[in-house]
């Protein structure tokens, strides 16, 4: 079973920061592309940011761009999901999720095979 363990969400007004943290193993996070992944209820998951395996190809939704930023602890084995400037259309349940071993920033949502339990994030004045 692929561990993937989200948190860090919560209720915030607009304008407002958080930090969400994705906890996984070495093997996953050091050989794996990863991704954060939004979805409001009624909708299709949708697809924030995701990252190579090796970090070096990141992948921004045009709506979080500028806004959002992906960034990875090796030394923790966890992948962060940086939100500023938060925005009422951003209340989502967000999921981290493993895609494909050694593979690239680019690859699609239908390519990721392991989801975090996700987390609620609504901003909200």
């Known amino acids: 079973q692929v561990q993937l363990v989200e948190s860090g969400g919560g209720l915030v007004q607009p304008g407002d920061s958080l930090r969400l943290s994705c906890v996984t193993s070495?093997?996953?996070?050091?050989?794996?592309?990863m991704g954060w992944f939004r979805q409001v209820p009624g909708k299709e998951r949708e697809s924030v940011v995701r990252?190579?395996?090796?970090?070096?190809?990141?992948n921004y939704a045009d709506s979080v761009k500028g806004r959002f930023t992906i960034s990875r602890d090796r030394a923790k084995n966890t992948v962060y999901l940086q939100m500023n400037n938060l925005k009422p259309e951003d209340t989502a349940v967000y999921y981290c999720?493993?895609?494909?071993?050694?593979?690239?920033?680019?690859?699609?949502?239908?390519?990721?095979?392991?989801w975090g339990q996700g987390t609620q994030v609504t901003v909200s004045s």
């Open positions: 990252i190579s395996w090796g970090g070096g190809v990141e």
């Open positions: 070495e093997l996953t996070f050091r050989t794996y592309a």
């Open positions: 999720a493993r895609g494909p071993l050694y593979g690239s920033g680019s690859v699609g949502i239908d390519d990721y095979d392991s």
